[in-house]
């Protein structure tokens, strides 16, 4: 599965001999390899649902998602940001982790370029956010009944 982040600020970059301008990043699902990256952004997310459903009530979740008719959970990718955000979730932490999953093969530049350091300290903070939300609510997926 791939999805298509498009960015809000396009940046250019060199790309095969020619300086190009990033328009998009196709995010792919890790593998095996990279469960140690995984894994902590996985569980920052439950943990970040978890303390908002404890003790309140679910009404900032459920303005963030969508229950399908098989019961599935959907989130945007904004209302990921903004439940891991309000939880007590170490976003810098998560930040790192995605950065360290996209530069391992998670993510492509234009959907040819490898995402490395130099290209991920090009995108906007507002981009950035968008990649990680993006990246959770397609590639790590709520428990139903959330």
């Known amino acids: 599965m791939e999805v298509l982040y498009t960015l809000t600020t396009p940046f250019t970059y060199a790309h095969k001999g020619d300086t190009v301008q990033a328009s998009f990043v196709t995010l792919t699902a890790a593998n095996h390899k990279m469960v140690a990256n995984f894994m902590p952004i996985q569980q920052a997310f439950y ?3 978890t303390e908002l459903n ?3 009530d679910n009404d900032d979740i459920d303005s963030e998602t969508t229950v399908k008719e098989d ?3 959907d989130i945007t990718a904004d209302g990921v940001i903004f439940i891991m955000s309000q939880s007590s979730v170490d976003m810098a932490k998560v930040a790192v ?3 360290l999953l996209f530069k391992a093969g998670c993510a ?3 959907g040819e370029a490898k995402l490395t350091s130099e290209l ?3 995108i906007t903070m507002e981009d950035v956010n968008g990649l990680i939300g993006t990246y959770i609510a397609n590639f790590i997926k709520l428990p139903r009944g959330t």
């Open 47 to 49: 943990r970040a649902i």
């Open 54 to 56: 404890t003790g309140r």
């Open 108 to 110: 492509q530049v234009d």
């Open 97 to 99: 982790n995605c950065e």
């Open 71 to 73: 019961g599935a959970v």
């Open 120 to 122: 991920m300290h090009k």
